[in-house]
């Protein structure tokens, strides 16, 4: 194997490595997003584990972001819930942090 061989591999592992860290992150943003909204909505027990487990399952389609973004603001319109558009995505960079500082941590 050349250099220019070995080189490439490298790469290769690197954005494998970092596109699965990506995907782990944002799937515990949306668990940790799911949380924050399913509080904010009165929702408790089997009903809030409910909403959590249907905003992780949107992280395999290919807009999951908008998709997040739509339902939460769609499920807290329909509730009442007074958060701004800018409220939501100003929470969902947060739990992104959260979630890359905690995967980072190894929890």
Do not use: C, P
Not at 25 to 38: C, H, I, P, T, V
Request: proline share 0%; aromatic share 8%.
């Amino acid at each position: 194997m050349s250099t220019f061989d070995q080189r490439e591999e490298s790469f290769e592992k690197r954005f494998a490595h970092d596109e699965e860290l990506q995907f782990r992150a944002e799937a515990r943003r949306n668990k940790l997003l799911g949380l924050w909204a399913a509080e904010k909505l009165g929702k408790t027990g089997a009903d809030a584990q409910a909403y959590v487990d249907a905003l992780v399952a949107a992280e395999v389609a290919a807009d999951a972001d908008a998709r997040v973004f739509n339902q939460i603001s769609k499920d807290f319109a329909a509730a009442g819930v007074d958060q701004s558009e800018h409220q939501i995505r100003r929470t969902m960079d947060e739990m992104m942090a959260k979630a890359r500082a905690e995967i980072q941590a190894g929890q």
